[in-house]
């Protein structure tokens, strides 16, 4: 018979609005204005309450709390009754993250979040007739709107009746995915049909009624939930989730609100339904459930023990994992493993990065050395140009670590399986499921999907209806994947196991390059100048304490916390530049407290350490033996001298002074004597004319903007740049993406740009035995671009030293240097270690790939010759003809109309070297930029300590700090050239025992101490962590 599954669909609409049996209004409240977290906070604040009549009256204001109050008593035909609230703003968009939210509170109790997903909640399942209810509703605005409604009203939801239409609802919306003659269609459609022939619904709820309701739900029962069941080709492991962005839309203070309301409505459904399991992700969430709603959080810790959900995911927050360093990386694993395991005796095994935009290539081995051993994320289906061709996969990073990854491939309910897009915030609905399974490319190795359902960013998680579909789902209905409710480490595990050793299983091979989201890289480029400054000082301030432990105890409080709060801006929507301006005023704030926090924790050791000498003490804080530039700010001197009898004539500058120092030990100082320079200070510097220049290294030629047009390497024989082209370029391109402002920048940028050209001024202000500096000032639009150019007589760098007062909106502000190296690839660093990308465009992978990340240094190097460009703050990089470009500046508009529209501080280098990158050094050229020495007055002349060092140039020591044990200390270091590399560590101190350790600092064998040296072997590209104790 024709139109069987309109008629059905007729039925179950009428079923759907029979369900709701009885209606009583609830119109009359008392409210008053405050974010208050429990009743007893509304009911003493002292303001006054007001009424609140809902057939009239509105609510007022964005980003606005208000409590609304009210009683209830049960009326006789809701006793032995189930009693329902529900609660409407009137408001109905895609996006509730920034919408009004409600908590239900019911006799002073945390009840349920109200969204616009879970507007019903219930209150009992047996009504009490002359019973009193106390109803409070804490009352969030959102972002989006001005003026609200208020709906609420009482309702009786007969179970019987909507059981039927679940029954009823859930396979005929399976009906989207298959063919109309699907032979497995039609035999559920014939018992859809034969089930409504059974209904009599023309008096509902009378005795008849209610009879033929019993009798077409016993029959759909046994005809398609027993004789048609039982089927699992084809499985759905589902998990009830909620992501929820740390800051996006809203503040960090506003996800502190959204974490209760949503667990609370997570933990009201995980009452009503006892097969319900759920996962959640990111330890800051939990610690501020427990620290606003403890009662809420002591619910979740019960769930947790009664394994119904599962705490999994890896890292603190979830951390963009392009602009975060390793170290940071490895902090994000062990603070975020920590909590975990010691609130809940949980032990992390999956990265669940459902949304995080690019994952580089070093993170499996930092996964691995974590104890994380599989990684899930949807992200890589927004790509713009290719689709990934596997979903279950090993993915092996840059040192070969390899780790089982699975990506999600729920799609939208009706969503084309064509399409590339999929998502972690799925429909339990049988049109998603099977859509996820027919998106699904491994099937030839898997049977199993795994789905993470339900509304994230406030949205309150899954939603009853969808845990109405499980139910009947799990029945393994014939032609339908089979739901179940599973934990995503679980499905990890049998994944694991199903996929061992068959040599179909895909390997994907380095990063996972998003597609997308490219201007991430770039914007609130003070946010990423901070994130950086902030890894590095605590860094160094780790390293400082260690040295200063015999004078000052270590700040192991102080950095547990510091640590935190770095991590916690390092969420996706924070450290990329893509949250609201809101985000931005409090992290400055917040990096301005911790700078602040770091420099008088830094100055205590530093002077705790040098004393009262008389000598000038130079601290290096990087992990090689450094000969560079030193400011030396107040202190004054004309020359220093060290053990060895080598003077160091310092230049004054309008700043202080600056000197140029040798044999700087690696993690650690050298003590100078202050002394009269006995040789005249000469300059190495000509101005030839008012456009050359001569340097030790080079002959620079400005043409009359300011602009290289000439730079000579004379050791080499090189001309630097390409003939004709111009270095040290500013350009302005029109940045106006097809959507996501403060995310993208689209291929078709370069299509339109300015040239920055017009000098204001252009002056010589140093020139001294150290170092010669230009200066100018540049203006275009309404921004100005002011430059402190550097040249040095013993460092073969270039500074650029920039300060940039940017009013421009839309518009990305890069700097080119094309250069004269002839190659077809560029070298990028990443976290502990570097990549190669292909700078053409041959492939649709490689055109993709216009605008790339790198960390500190990117490399163009051809056979012999090459050229290096270091940054201090900067991560967005492009290639093109060996043009080397540098994004600076990106000033989207949306969600934020005045991202970097302020003043900018920034330093880059260029660094023409003979050879390879890396026989040139780059990776510590890199660091000096990027870890400036510091001096001290003090000191005794002649001191001389290096805590550690390593005897190869390609083992990079990174980190040295107290073991988070309290015993002993730490030690990090990678290698970073690709190379097997026996290294010799020696380590200052009476040291007992040596551990190599993961990166949990986990010891897992002892390593040969002798004199104070561990001999110590490290595969390409790995990192490596030893303990001492």
């Not at 034969?194 to 046994?222: G, V």
């Not at 359902?453 to 009853?464: A, K, S």
């Not at 990063?511 to 890289?521: D, K, L, M, P, S």
């Not at 400005?702 to 001309?719: S, T």
Request: charged share 30%; aromatic share 12%.
């Amino acid at each position: 018979m024709d139109f069987l599954d309109k008629r059905v669909g007729v039925i179950c609409n009428e079923l759907k609005k029979l369900k709701v049996k009885q209606v009583f209004p609830l119109t009359q409240w008392e409210y008053k204005e405050g974010n208050f977290i429990h009743p007893e906070d509304a009911l003493k604040d002292e303001a006054a309450w007001e009424n609140f009549d809902c057939k009239t009256m509105h609510w007022y204001g964005k980003d606005r709390h208000y409590w609304f109050h009210t009683t209830y008593t049960v009326p006789e035909e809701l006793d032995g009754k189930s009693i329902w609230i529900r609660v409407s703003s009137q408001i109905d968009e895609w996006d509730d993250g920034r919408n009004p939210q409600f908590i239900v509170f019911v006799n002073g109790e945390v009840y349920q979040g109200i969204d616009m997903n879970h507007r019903e909640c219930l209150i009992t399942r047996s009504g009490k007739a002359g019973e009193t209810l106390t109803i409070d509703l804490q009352a969030y605005t959102g972002i989006m709107h001005e003026e609200f409604a208020l709906r609420t009203q009482i309702e009786e939801i007969d179970a019987e009746i909507e059981k039927l239409y679940y029954d009823l609802w859930v396979p005929l919306a399976a009906f989207s995915r298959m063919e109309a003659d699907d032979k497995n269609r039609k035999d559920i459609e014939y018992v859809l049909n034969e089930t409504i022939n059974l209904l009599d619904l023309r008096t509902p709820y009378s005795e008849d009624f209610y009879r033929s309701m019993r009798e077409a739900s016993a029959y759909i029962r046994k005809a398609l939930y027993e004789d048609m069941a039982g089927y699992e080709d084809v499985i759905a492991t589902c998990i009830g989730h909620t992501h929820i962005d740390v800051a996006w839309w809203w503040t960090v203070a506003q996800t502190r609100e959204k974490v209760g309301r949503s667990f609370a409505t997570v933990l009201k459904l995980m009452d009503e339904y006892p097969n319900y399991k759920f996962m959640s992700s990111q330890p800051q969430l939990y610690a501020f459930l427990k620290e606003r709603y403890p009662e809420l959080y002591e619910k979740a810790k019960q769930r947790i023990k009664e394994k119904r959900w599962e705490p999994e995911g890896g890292m603190w927050v979830e951390a963009d994992c392009n602009l975060t360093s390793g170290e940071s990386l490895v902090r994000q694993f062990m603070h975020g493993k920590r909590f975990f395991k010691e609130e809940f005796g949980v032990d992390n095994r999956i990265l669940w990065l459902p949304d995080v935009f690019g994952y580089s290539g070093a993170l499996p081995q930092i996964m691995k050395k974590c104890g994380i051993d599989y990684f899930m994320t949807t992200k890589l289906a927004w790509n713009q140009f290719n689709k990934v061709p596997y979903d279950t996969m090993m993915w092996r990073g840059i040192d070969g670590t390899e780790v089982l990854t699975h990506l999600i491939t729920t799609l939208g309910v009706s969503q084309p399986i064509k399409d590339y897009f999929t998502t972690y915030n799925g429909m339990l609905h049988p049109d998603a499921i099977m859509g996820g399974w027919m998106r699904y490319q491994n099937k030839d190795i898997n049977n199993d999907i795994l789905v993470s359902y339900g509304y994230g960013d406030g949205g309150g998680g899954p939603t009853r209806e969808m845990l109405e579909t499980s139910i009947r789902m799990e029945k393994g209905i014939k032609g339908i994947p089979k739901v179940r409710q599973e934990f995503s480490r679980t499905y990890f595990e049998e994944l694991e196991e199903r996929v061992k050793g068959d040599r179909r299983l895909p390997v994907w091979e380095g990063e996972f390059y998003f597609e997308y989201h490219r201007g991430t890289y770039t914007s609130m480029a003070r946010n990423k100048r901070s994130n950086r400054k902030a890894e590095l000082g605590l860094m160094d301030l780790e390293l400082l304490s260690v040295l200063a432990q015999a004078q000052a105890a270590y700040p192991a409080e102080e950095l547990d916390r510091m640590w935190k709060k770095v991590l916690i801006n390092q969420f996706h929507d924070i450290l990329p530049g893509s949250a609201i301006h809101e985000v931005y005023e409090v992290t400055k704030e917040e990096y301005a407290a911790l700078q602040k926090e770091i420099k008088a924790l830094e100055e205590e050791r530093l002077h705790a350490l040098v004393g009262d000498g008389e000598g000038i003490t130079i601290f290096n804080t990087t992990g090689h033996d450094r000969s560079d530039i030193v400011e030396l700010g107040e202190i004054h001197a004309e020359a220093l001298k060290d053990a060895e009898g080598v003077i160091y004539p310092v230049q004054k500058t309008a700043e202080g002074a600056v000197v140029y120092v040798e044999h700087l030990p690696s993690k650690g100082y050298k003590t100078f004597a202050a002394v009269s320079s006995e040789i005249e200070q000469k300059t190495p510097f000509v101005l030839v004319d008012d456009h050359t220049f001569e340097t030790p290294f080079y002959t620079i030629h400005l043409d009359a903007e300011g602009r290289f047009d000439r730079i000579y390497d004379k050791e080499n024989d090189r001309e630097v740049l390409q003939d004709g082209k111009k270095g040290n370029q500013f350009r302005m391109y029109e940045d106006k993406p097809m959507c996501f402002d403060n995310w993208d920048v689209d291929i078709y940028y370069t299509e339109k740009y300015w040239d920055v050209n017009d000098v204001i001024s252009m002056e010589w202000t140093e020139c001294g035995p150290v170092r010669a500096t230009l200066e100018m000032e540049r203006k275009e639009s309404n921004s100005v671009i002011h430059q402190k150019i550097h040249f040095y007589a013993d460092s073969r760098r270039i500074e650029f030293e920039t300060y940039v007062d940017w009013k421009e909106h839309q518009t990305l502000l890069k700097v080119h240097f094309p250069v004269n190296v002839h190659t077809d690839e560029a070298t990028f660093d990443v976290q502990f270690g570097n990549l190669t990308r292909k700078v053409h465009t041959n492939t649709s992978w490689d055109k993709a790939r216009f605008e790339s990340c790198g960390q500190k240094w990117i490399d163009l190097s051809e056979g012999h010759y090459g050229v290096s460009m270091l940054n201090d703050c900067k991560y967005g990089h492009s290639v093109k003809d060996s043009d080397m470009a540098l994004t600076l500046i990106k000033s989207g508009i949306e969600p934020n109309p005045v991202a970097d529209q302020e003043e900018h501080y920034f330093t880059y280098a260029i660094y023409p070297h003979a050879e390879k990158w890396q026989e040139a050094k780059t990776v510590e050229q890199a660091y000096d930029l990027n870890q400036p020495a510091i001096a001290v007055a003090g000191g005794k002349p002649g001191s001389l300590l290096s805590k550690a060092s390593v005897d190869r140039s390609n083992v990079v020591l990174e980190t040295i700090k107290c073991a988070e044990s309290g015993h002993g200390i730490i030690i990090r270091m990678y290698e970073s050239e690709n190379a097997l590399t026996k290294t010799n560590l020696v380590v200052e101190g009476n040291y007992n025992k040596a551990f190599a350790c993961n990166l949990l600092e986990e010891e897992e064998a002892e390593l040969e101490l002798k004199d104070g040296v561990v001999c110590v072997q490290l595969k390409p590209y790995e990192v490596v962590t030893v303990k001492l104790v």
